[in-house]
């Protein structure tokens, strides 16, 4: 018996029908092994001695595999075939070579690239060791990763409260969003004008030329400054007599883009799909692992992690017998493509992207698959085919046109382009991030000397008036690109960073375009001014370049962690002893213009607009960072970052807004925006009463009416008929609710608080208690998927406080940013489900109760407790500094 260890179950799955039964085929369930998240699991005094530790969920499977280890004849590690894998497979055969149940039996290596039964066939002909400079470069990056998180991170903490987390590649791509952000901010918008001509030729065909020249002067895009310079040029044209000067015609090739690498997928992936990385990763990730293909668990593409844009030989003659087939000889090229990695510090030689089997047309394999499966494989699927088609042909013209006319001349320039051999184009054509101002229209025939008129329209001759425009925000397509430039991250940390980053609150998504956060934009300016060198650009990628010179065997990886932690650690020691406010006073000059935005009026933007006498300052709360005067607490004047007068909420960006006198006190009611958004306030005491505007109520529609009601709240509803206990109305952080002897029921609006009555009320409450629950009840099901097929159970989908999740008994399961409720499958659901389960340790609600019976008789007096097991061999217990046990430190790889 062989025992075969796969990361995944899926995979095990289909490769135990490949293997036969010789063969037992195992998952690790991803890494068995971290670096436990406190203080001291990688230390820099004792040469980066690095202690791991395995959580109780990878110590029960580890110990299956130990098991059957012993019993078997030959161990064989068939994890991924990049970094990853192959330290996943190290970490596997390091714990069982502590457990001593290896003894004599041999360990091989093997690798694929496809799950179909020919790739594992062959891979299990073709073993090999462990390759171990690409695990000593997983081992660098892993410490510095951990290095720069656990040593940045309490940093942050400590000089900028709300901050999460700094990390190696995390921070970079983070400062790539905010340096575009200031770039845009500092845009100073130019005015340009252009002159086109709509003319005629002597057959009718229309043209449209632009100015090129004027008066022996060459006019550039923004040469034109004003409107009285186009006028007067508008003005001669409008009067001049055209003729063909020149006409040059030239037939160019356009060739096929390569197959798919990690990046031109999450890339591609979003701009024709709408995916975000993270999804596109995790509908790859099924793909690769095995679809049922009626009956036949099968990859249908792939490995999805790769930098290599190669194919195999065999794939690229099943591309050609596609082509020929489908398409036609013509759009074969007589010989076949060969493409090479151009990226930037390419990782190991992977191939691309691309269909174990390109015979498998994507309507042909639809049918198995669901929505998001189906379009991904099609890009796959055309990418790859497209990719040896035959190039397009295309005929580029540039005719130049002379104007002459009340003593002047003007030089005019149209161009087009035809198709005429659309090659690969047939098929396929790679997205664009931004439009641009390419022309590709068709030109008539023209000839040299031919004469042109004036189009018989109002604006024959149009002067149009421009302004230039800053550059686009990242979409997430744009940023993976811009990473892959700058030879920053790898293939397998795109996704991972981009979905970080939002995690953190750093960046929002709007319209597919990446906006920072205040909270983003603070980090970035801390690390720039404080520890620049780490978030630079250059030394993120040399530091990228040297961990795959470990890989290639040619750096030593403990020299380059002492080299970096040499200067890092000197580094961190000099900020630990800066002050607060030092740190603010630097931020203040670095955000002035975000911070402090120019006034309408001209005036200091700093001054305090309420005492007059104030200077406006970054503040540094237990919440995160705000604007506030520095004549506290006389002045309690307070505002969001960034606000201004053209903001929604900037109605009391300027002060409070009286909006009346509470009938009963005659206190003013006011509207003011504070840290945390617009709230009303009555009266001006120490501690007035305040309450936040609540989701869906503008600043501007705020009266006094309104803010009367908003500050009544709790209001109390009236005595519950069975305890005499009152029940109250209230709007809290989740939302609209009632409250009675400790039991809350969310209402379905806000309007509701004010008007509920006791029946309605007692009834919500009844609910609540129908269904078990003592804290807020349980949301409706926005989706029944129906029973688990392996434990029983409706499984449904909802929308809680934190957003939508698939429920299934006590687990609860929240769905990826980028996953929509009603779309969601019963697999996915299963998937989430099982993840979250092995995540939390819990169990279906019998097995559950039977474990805890059978865990009371045998420590009948103690409490069972589960510790991960660490590798060290000192039999001490650490325990988790302050600052570990705030947050885990950042990690750039998956």
């Given at each position: 018996?062989?025992?075969?260890?796969?990361?995944?179950?899926?995979?095990?799955?289909?490769?135990?029908?490949?293997?036969?039964?010789?063969y037992?085929?195992?998952?690790?369930?991803?890494?068995?092994r971290?670096?436990?998240?406190?203080?001291?699991?990688?230390?820099?005094?004792?040469?980066?001695?690095?202690?791991?530790a395995?959580?109780?969920k990878?110590?029960?499977r580890?110990?299956?595999i130990a098991?059957?280890?012993?019993?078997?004849d030959?161990?064989?590690?068939?994890?991924?075939?990049?970094?990853?894998?192959e330290?996943i497979s190290?970490?596997v055969?390091?714990?069982?070579?502590?457990?001593?149940?290896?003894?004599?039996?041999p360990?091989?290596?093997?690798?694929?690239?496809?799950?179909t039964?020919?790739?594992?066939?062959?891979?299990m002909?073709?073993?090999?060791?462990?390759?171990?400079?690409?695990?000593?470069?997983y081992?660098a990056?892993?410490?510095?990763?951990?290095l720069?998180?656990?040593?940045?991170?309490?940093?942050?903490?400590?000089?900028?409260?709300?901050?999460?987390?700094?990390?190696?590649?995390q921070?970079v791509?983070?400062?790539?969003?905010?340096?575009?952000?200031?770039?845009?901010?500092?845009?100073?918008?130019?005015?340009?004008?252009?002159?086109?001509?709509?003319?005629?030729?002597?057959?009718?065909?229309?043209?449209?030329?632009?100015?090129?020249?004027?008066?022996?002067?060459?006019?550039?895009?923004?040469?034109?400054?004003?409107?009285?310079?186009?006028?007067?040029?508008?003005?001669?044209?409008?009067?001049?007599?055209?003729?063909?000067?020149?006409?040059?015609?030239?037939?160019?090739?356009?060739n096929?883009?390569?197959p798919?690498t990690?990046?031109?997928?999450?890339?591609?992936?979003?701009?024709?799909?709408?995916?975000?990385?993270?999804?596109?990763?995790?509908?790859?990730?099924r793909?690769?692992?095995?679809?049922?293909?009626?009956?036949?668990?099968?990859?249908?593409?792939?490995?999805?992690?790769t930098?290599?844009?190669?194919?195999?030989?065999?794939?690229?003659?099943?591309?050609?017998?596609?082509?020929?087939?489908?398409?036609?000889?013509?759009?074969?090229?007589?010989?076949?493509?060969?493409?090479?990695?151009?990226a930037?510090?390419?990782q190991?030689?992977?191939?691309?992207?691309?269909?174990t089997?390109?015979?498998?047309?994507?309507?042909d394999?639809?049918?198995?698959?669901?929505?998001?499966?189906?379009?991904?494989?099609?890009?796959?699927?055309?990418?790859?085919?497209a990719?040896?088609?035959?190039?397009?042909?295309?005929?580029?013209?540039?005719?130049?046109?002379?104007?002459?006319?009340?003593?002047?001349?003007?030089?005019?320039?149209?161009?087009?382009?035809v198709i005429?051999?659309?090659?690969?184009l047939?098929?396929?054509?790679?997205?664009?991030?931004?439009?641009?101002?390419?022309?590709?229209?068709?030109?008539p025939?023209?000839?040299?000397?031919?004469?042109?008129?004036?189009?018989?329209?109002?604006?024959?001759?149009?002067?149009?008036?421009?302004?230039?425009?800053p550059?686009?925000?990242?979409?997430e397509?744009?940023?993976?690109k811009?990473?892959e430039?700058?030879?920053?991250g790898?293939?397998?940390?795109?996704?991972?960073?981009?979905?970080?980053?939002?995690?953190?609150?750093y960046?929002?998504?709007?319209?597919?375009?990446?906006?920072?956060?205040?909270?983003?934009?603070?980090?970035t300016?801390?690390?720039?001014?404080?520890?620049?060198?780490?978030v630079?650009?250059?030394?993120t990628?040399?530091?990228?370049?040297?961990?795959d010179?470990?890989?290639a065997?040619?750096?030593d990886?403990?020299?380059?962690?002492r080299d970096?932690?040499?200067?890092?650690?000197?580094?961190?020691?000099?900020?630990k002893?800066?002050?607060?406010?030092?740190v603010?006073?630097?931020?203040?000059e670095?955000l002035?213009a975000?911070?402090?935005?120019?006034?309408?009026?001209?005036?200091?933007?700093?001054?305090?607009?309420?005492?007059?006498?104030?200077?406006?300052?970054?503040?540094?709360?237990?919440?995160?960072?705000?604007?506030?005067?520095?004549?506290?607490?006389?002045?309690?004047?307070?505002?969001?970052?960034g606000?201004?007068?053209?903001?929604?909420?900037?109605?009391?960006?300027?002060?409070?807004?009286?909006?009346?006198?509470?009938?009963?006190?005659?206190?003013?009611?006011?509207?003011?925006?504070?840290?945390?958004g617009?709230?009303?306030?009555?009266?001006?005491?120490?501690?007035p009463?305040?309450?936040?505007?609540?989701?869906?109520?503008?600043?501007?529609?705020?009266?006094?009416?309104?803010?009367?009601?908003?500050?009544?709240?709790?209001r109390?509803?009236?005595?519950h008929?069975?305890?005499?206990?009152?029940?109250?109305?209230?709007?809290g952080?989740y939302?609209?609710?009632?409250l009675?002897?400790?039991?809350?029921?969310?209402?379905?609006?806000?309007?509701?608080?004010?008007?509920?009555?006791?029946?309605?009320?007692?009834?919500?409450?009844?609910?609540?208690?129908?269904?078990?629950?003592?804290?807020?009840?349980?949301?409706?099901?926005?989706?029944?998927?129906?029973?688990?097929?392996?434990?029983?159970?409706?499984?449904t989908?909802?929308?809680?406080?934190?957003?939508?999740?698939?429920?299934?008994?006590?687990?609860n399961?929240?769905?990826?940013?980028?996953?929509?409720?009603?779309?969601?499958?019963?697999?996915?659901?299963?998937?989430?489900?099982?993840?979250?389960?092995?995540?939390?340790?819990?169990?279906?609600?019998?097995?559950?109760?039977?474990?805890?019976?059978?865990?009371?008789?045998k420590?009948?007096?103690?409490?069972?407790t589960t510790?991960?097991?660490s590798?060290t061999?000192?039999?001490?217990?650490?325990?988790?500094?302050?600052?570990?046990?705030?947050?885990?430190?950042?990690?750039?790889?998956e």
């Amino acid at each position: 018996m062989n025992v075969v260890i796969v990361e995944s179950p899926a995979k095990a799955k289909t490769i135990n029908k490949y293997l036969g039964s010789n063969y037992l085929v195992l998952a690790s369930y991803g890494h068995v092994r971290d670096l436990p998240a406190k203080d001291g699991s990688v230390r820099p005094d004792e040469d980066f001695d690095m202690s791991w530790a395995v959580d109780s969920k990878s110590q029960k499977r580890l110990n299956e595999i130990a098991k059957a280890v012993k019993d078997a004849d030959r161990l064989m590690l068939a994890t991924d075939p990049d970094r990853e894998g192959e330290a996943i497979s190290w970490h596997v055969l390091q714990v069982l070579r502590n457990k001593k149940a290896l003894k004599d039996k041999p360990v091989e290596r093997v690798v694929f690239n496809a799950i179909t039964k020919s790739a594992i066939l062959n891979a299990m002909q073709n073993p090999r060791t462990i390759d171990e400079p690409l695990v000593e470069a997983y081992l660098a990056r892993r410490a510095l990763d951990y290095l720069v998180g656990f040593t940045l991170s309490p940093v942050l903490w400590r000089k900028l409260p709300g901050a999460r987390s700094a990390g190696r590649v995390q921070s970079v791509a983070l400062r790539l969003v905010c340096d575009r952000e200031a770039e845009i901010e500092s845009f100073i918008p130019q005015e340009y004008w252009s002159i086109l001509a709509n003319l005629t030729i002597a057959k009718g065909d229309g043209v449209q030329a632009r100015l090129t020249g004027f008066d022996g002067k060459k006019i550039g895009r923004l040469d034109i400054a004003g409107e009285t310079e186009a006028t007067a040029i508008r003005s001669m044209l409008e009067s001049a007599a055209f003729k063909v000067s020149s006409v040059e015609s030239k037939p160019t090739k356009r060739n096929p883009y390569a197959p798919f690498t990690t990046s031109t997928l999450q890339q591609e992936a979003s701009r024709k799909l709408g995916f975000a990385a993270s999804r596109t990763m995790q509908v790859a990730q099924r793909l690769y692992e095995g679809i049922n293909l009626g009956g036949e668990m099968v990859g249908v593409i792939t490995y999805m992690r790769t930098d290599g844009v190669q194919i195999a030989g065999e794939a690229i003659g099943a591309a050609r017998s596609v082509i020929g087939r489908k398409f036609g000889d013509k759009y074969l090229p007589e010989k076949p493509r060969h493409y090479s990695t151009k990226a930037k510090n390419a990782q190991e030689a992977h191939e691309a992207i691309r269909p174990t089997d390109l015979g498998r047309l994507p309507k042909d394999v639809s049918r198995y698959l669901d929505n998001d499966q189906a379009r991904l494989y099609e890009l796959v699927w055309k990418r790859t085919i497209a990719s040896q088609m035959e190039s397009a042909t295309i005929e580029r013209t540039t005719v130049d046109i002379e104007a002459t006319g009340a003593g002047k001349q003007a030089q005019l320039r149209a161009t087009g382009s035809v198709i005429r051999f659309d090659g690969f184009l047939t098929l396929y054509q790679e997205g664009r991030d931004d439009d641009d101002d390419e022309e590709s229209r068709r030109l008539p025939p023209m000839e040299m000397g031919e004469p042109l008129t004036r189009q018989e329209i109002e604006k024959a001759i149009e002067a149009n008036q421009h302004f230039t425009e800053p550059p686009p925000r990242f979409t997430e397509a744009t940023l993976v690109k811009k990473m892959e430039e700058l030879g920053i991250g790898r293939p397998s940390t795109y996704a991972s960073t981009l979905q970080t980053l939002r995690d953190r609150d750093y960046v929002q998504l709007d319209k597919k375009r990446l906006i920072p956060d205040d909270k983003g934009r603070l980090v970035t300016a801390f690390l720039e001014n404080f520890f620049n060198r780490y978030v630079e650009y250059d030394f993120t990628a040399d530091l990228e370049e040297k961990l795959d010179k470990i890989s290639a065997n040619e750096l030593d990886w403990k020299e380059v962690l002492r080299d970096f932690w040499r200067d890092f650690s000197g580094n961190v020691g000099e900020i630990k002893n800066l002050r607060v406010s030092q740190v603010i006073d630097a931020l203040n000059e670095i955000l002035a213009a975000h911070i402090f935005p120019p006034t309408e009026d001209g005036k200091d933007p700093r001054v305090c607009p309420v005492c007059g006498t104030g200077q406006l300052s970054l503040k540094i709360g237990r919440y995160g960072s705000f604007v506030g005067c520095s004549n506290y607490p006389e002045c309690r004047y307070t505002r969001q970052l960034g606000v201004n007068g053209d903001d929604e909420e900037g109605a009391a960006s300027d002060g409070p807004k009286v909006l009346g006198q509470d009938p009963e006190t005659g206190q003013d009611v006011t509207l003011r925006t504070g840290r945390f958004g617009p709230y009303v306030q009555l009266g001006e005491e120490v501690k007035p009463k305040r309450a936040s505007l609540p989701k869906g109520w503008s600043a501007e529609a705020m009266d006094l009416e309104k803010a009367l009601r908003l500050l009544s709240l709790p209001r109390e509803v009236g005595l519950h008929p069975e305890t005499g206990k009152p029940i109250s109305a209230g709007i809290g952080r989740y939302g609209p609710f009632v409250l009675h002897d400790g039991t809350y029921a969310n209402l379905d609006s806000v309007d509701e608080v004010f008007e509920i009555g006791i029946n309605r009320a007692v009834d919500a409450l009844a609910q609540k208690a129908a269904k078990g629950g003592h804290g807020r009840s349980t949301p409706a099901a926005l989706k029944e998927l129906g029973e688990h097929p392996d434990l029983g159970g409706p499984i449904t989908v909802r929308d809680g406080c934190y957003g939508p999740y698939v429920n299934h008994g006590k687990i609860n399961a929240t769905l990826p940013r980028d996953m929509n409720p009603a779309s969601v499958t019963m697999e996915q659901a299963v998937e989430l489900i099982a993840a979250k389960a092995e995540k939390s340790g819990k169990k279906p609600a019998a097995k559950k109760a039977t474990a805890k019976k059978t865990a009371a008789k045998k420590t009948p007096a103690k409490k069972a407790t589960t510790k991960a097991k660490s590798t060290t061999t000192k039999k001490t217990t650490t325990k988790k500094s302050t600052s570990a046990s705030k947050a885990k430190a950042e990690t750039d790889d998956e």
